[in-house]
């Protein structure tokens, strides 16, 4: 079993719609999580970063963490043809080096 | 703030010949900088970590003599790509972490391309 599982998508919506990408893991030792946004041939852009169960808003995006259940998402409101991309969850691990989930690839289409 | 830049953004190169790629955080001092390597359409793969002024640490499966890890300075590390073969060819990303930003998080380069022919 991996550390971070993601689903790799492809996720296509339509301009304005709500999306919700999620990850779970299975090392209970996470105790902060991170969301990278990485355009095609691009570096990856952090987006969020939480370390506490709950809500963390940000404009447009919501992270939201449930430790008990292992499962973090990050929702996008009024998504926008720009917001197409690559969304990585990551998670610090020792040396602080990051696991990261395999990405979902999304597109908002008009 | 926390800015990195990767030198250069594509490189095409001949087998065997050797390829330098930098990476700067330009506002910010480096403690830490990571190398990637990343495939098409799959996620980074971690190759190597370097501490300023430290010898770099491999991960397992990474030939460290192929690739040369440099971190001489708080703002500057360098990857050098020795006698490329076409399986080397891949998007190649650095990323850092230190002084001024959270430890936890790490900020990415544009990343390079490597093409070997």
């Known amino acids: 079993q991996k550390e971070v599982e993601q689903d790799p998508g492809p996720l296509s919506v339509p301009e304005g719609a709500i999306v919700s990408l999620n990850c779970t893991y299975s090392?209970?030792?996470?105790?902060?999580f991170m969301w990278y946004r990485q355009y095609s041939r691009k570096g990856p852009e952090l987006l969020m970063y939480t370390y506490s169960s709950g809500n963390k808003e940000d404009g447009r995006f919501t992270a939201q963490v449930d430790k008990s259940s292992k499962y973090i998402s990050l929702f996008i409101r009024d998504s926008q043809p720009s917001d197409s991309a690559t969304y990585l969850c990551?998670?610090?691990?020792?040396?602080?080096?990051?696991?990261f989930g395999t990405g979902t690839q999304l597109k908002v289409e008009l | 703030g926390a800015v990195v830049s990767q030198h250069p953004s594509r490189v095409i190169c001949k087998s065997g010949t050797s390829v330098k790629i930098e990476c700067r955080s330009l506002d910010f001092q480096a403690t830490t900088m990571f190398w990637y390597r990343q495939f098409p359409k799959q996620s980074l793969m971690l190759m190597a970590t370097?501490?300023?002024?430290?010898?770099?640490?491999?991960e397992q499966g990474v030939e460290k003599d192929k690739f040369l890890i440099n971190h001489a300075s708080l703002t500057l590390s360098t990857l050098t790509v020795t006698s490329a073969h076409p399986e080397d060819s891949s998007f190649y990303i650095c990323?850092?972490?230190?002084?001024?930003?959270?430890?936890?998080?790490?900020?990415f380069g544009p990343g390079t391309r490597l093409l070997v022919l």
């Open positions: 370097s501490n300023e002024g430290s010898k770099a640490t491999y």
């Open positions: 090392n209970s030792a996470f105790q902060y």
């Open positions: 990551a998670m610090p691990r020792g040396g602080n080096k990051l696991t």
């Open positions: 990323s850092a972490s230190g002084l001024r930003t959270s430890q936890e998080t790490q900020y």
